[in-house]
C-alpha cells in the first residue's frame, strides 16, 4: 500500500508563483515514475473514470527524466527528492487557465505526459493517487 499526499495549492492572482509538493510513504519503489496532473471541474464528465479524465502536467522518471504539457513548458518545473519520496511543482507566471484540482500520481506508466507517447502506448497505467490539492487563479 502507498499513500499519497499532497499539499501547497491556494488562491492566488495570475502572474505569481505557487508551489506543490507531494510526499509518497509505505511500500514505494524509488524506480517508480511521478507525476502530477490536474482536473478542472467544468471539464468533468459524468459517467467516466475521472482518473482517465486529468490533463498530464509534468513527469520525472528516477533518472529525473522530465516531461511537460506544451501549456506549462517554461513555467512550470517538475523535481523529486527520490531518498524522501517526494515529488515537487513549481508553478511560476500563473495564468487562471491553470486553475484546477492537482493530483500526484505515484507508479504512471508510460513516464510522460506528451499525448503522442501515452497514445502510442495504448493510454496511461496509473497505481496511486492522491486526493488532490487545488490551486485557483484570479485575473
Known amino acids: 500500500q502507498v499513500d499519497v499526499v499532497e499539499s501547497g495549492g491556494g488562491s492566488v492572482q495570475a502572474g505569481v508563483s505557487l508551489k506543490l509538493s507531494c510526499v509518497a510513504s509505505?511500500?514505494?519503489?524509488?524506480?517508480?515514475?511521478m507525476a502530477w496532473f490536474r482536473q478542472a471541474p467544468e471539464k468533468q464528465r459524468e459517467g467516466i473514470a475521472p482518473e482517465t479524465q486529468r490533463e498530464g502536467v509534468a513527469s520525472i522518471d528516477k533518472d529525473g527524466v522530465t516531461s511537460y504539457a506544451d501549456s506549462v513548458k517554461a513555467r512550470f518545473i517538475i523535481s523529486q527528492d527520490n531518498a524522501k519520496r517526494t515529488l515537487s511543482l513549481e508553478m511560476n507566471a500563473l495564468k487562471p487557465d491553470d486553475t484546477a484540482m492537482y493530483y500526484c500520481?505515484?507508479?504512471?506508466?508510460?513516464?510522460?505526459?506528451?499525448?503522442?507517447?501515452?497514445?502510442?502506448?495504448?493510454?496511461?497505467?496509473?497505481?496511486?493517487w492522491g486526493q488532490g490539492t487545488q490551486v485557483t487563479v484570479a485575473s
Open positions: 509505505g511500500a514505494v519503489d524509488p524506480a517508480h515514475c
Open positions: 500520481a505515484v507508479d504512471v506508466w508510460p513516464c510522460s505526459v506528451d499525448p503522442r507517447v501515452v497514445v502510442s502506448a495504448g493510454g496511461y497505467s496509473f497505481n496511486y
